[in-house]
């Protein structure tokens, strides 16, 4: 059985930017509204940005699609969906500092596609508006969130937006990017700041490529690892001996035949499951594990009863 450890000292608690990555439809926007509510229970003013423009992280709230405006999901958890030519006109505005430059530059037929021609612009408009509200104070100098969640593109690994800051502080020249830039990169190598939460399924291809993930993440981009988590986790019904007996078993027309293939399919599914985790386990030695919802899955009830994992 699957149940929710204790959550006084989660590692999410302490770190102002979470980085919710995996790959396409393993649960990324519904463990990021999770840990979005489970912080906020503790107290923590949360922000989560989604990068998808057919975002569905607001159904897990029950509330109306998310804009290019902060709007309230949650009592504690704001929500914002950056359009990445709004973010990127706003970015460039702030680095122009003047109306008439920024028209210019993006008004002008001939000049329109320059920022967009930088390589990674477009995603570091996104990805920088979420770390700009992560490091945002308010008028008496205290952080206006207290966590800001990311919710990642499916693309590849989803690795790739996390390049940007990278590329961008190695290949942009001093200025205003390159500085921001160097700082989002600062921040979300630190692990008492920042963190990558990694999201899998209990299943041989997603392993193998969280696997792949984990790797690139510790070796090639130096992030930390902040929690996996491993989503819709099969209750265990069977032992391992009774799963081999399961699968001996032939099960013929005879009265039970259809039971006794459902209970081989399950044991099928629960070994697989098993070794997932097993070789899961072999980068991280406690993942949470999400149980697989049996009721609907996408709304605030659901993601409620996910919240108490983290
Ligand atoms: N633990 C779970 N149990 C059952 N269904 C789930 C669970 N987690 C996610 N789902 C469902 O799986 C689908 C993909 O989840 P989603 O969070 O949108 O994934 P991603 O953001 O990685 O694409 C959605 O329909 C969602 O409601
Ligand atoms: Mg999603």
Redesign the pocket.
């Known amino acids: 059985m699957v149940s929710p450890s204790p959550t006084t000292s989660s590692p999410l608690d302490s770190r102002r930017f979470l980085f919710v990555t995996?790959?396409?439809?393993?649960?990324?926007?519904?463990?990021?509204a999770a840990i979005a509510l489970a912080l906020a229970a503790r107290g923590r003013k949360v922000l989560v940005v989604s990068s998808?423009a057919k975002e569905?992280l607001s159904e897990l709230f029950d509330a109306p699609p998310l804009g290019p405006e902060l709007s309230q999901l949650a009592p504690n958890v704001q929500g914002v969906r950056p359009e990445p030519a709004k973010a990127l006109r706003e970015y460039g505005a702030m680095i122009l500092k003047s109306r008439l430059l920024t028209e210019a530059v993006f008004d002008s037929k001939y000049t329109r596609g320059f920022f967009a021609g930088v390589p990674g612009m477009s995603e570091w408009a996104v990805l920088g508006k979420a770390w700009f509200h992560a490091t945002e104070t308010d008028d008496a100098g205290r952080p206006r969130f207290d966590t800001v969640l990311f919710?990642a593109p499916?693309t590849g690994h989803g690795l790739d937006m996390l390049r940007v800051p990278k590329i961008l502080v190695e290949l942009t020249p001093p200025g205003v990017l390159r500085r921001d830039a160097e700082a989002a990169w600062t921040m979300f190598r630190d692990p008492a700041q920042s963190g990558v939460v990694v999201?899998t399924l209990p299943e041989d291809m997603p392993t193998n490529e969280t696997l792949e993930l984990v790797h690139a993440l510790e070796h090639e981009l130096g992030l930390p690892l902040a929690r996996l988590v491993v989503?819709?986790v099969l209750t265990q019904l069977f032992s391992v001996e009774e799963r081999a007996r399961l699968l001996e078993a032939r099960p013929s027309a005879a009265p039970g035949g259809e039971a006794l293939r459902a209970g081989a399919r399950r044991a099928i599914r629960e070994a697989i499951q098993q070794e997932a985790l097993q070789r899961l386990r072999g980068v991280s030695a406690a993942p949470v594990l999400?149980?697989?919802?049996?009721g609907e899955?996408?709304n605030l009830a659901?993601a409620r009863q996910?919240a108490h994992y983290f």
Request: charged residues 20%.
């Open positions: 995996g790959k396409g439809g393993v649960g990324k926007t519904t463990t990021t998808d569905r919710d499916a999201v989503n819709a999400l149980p697989r919802l049996l899955s996408a659901a996910l």
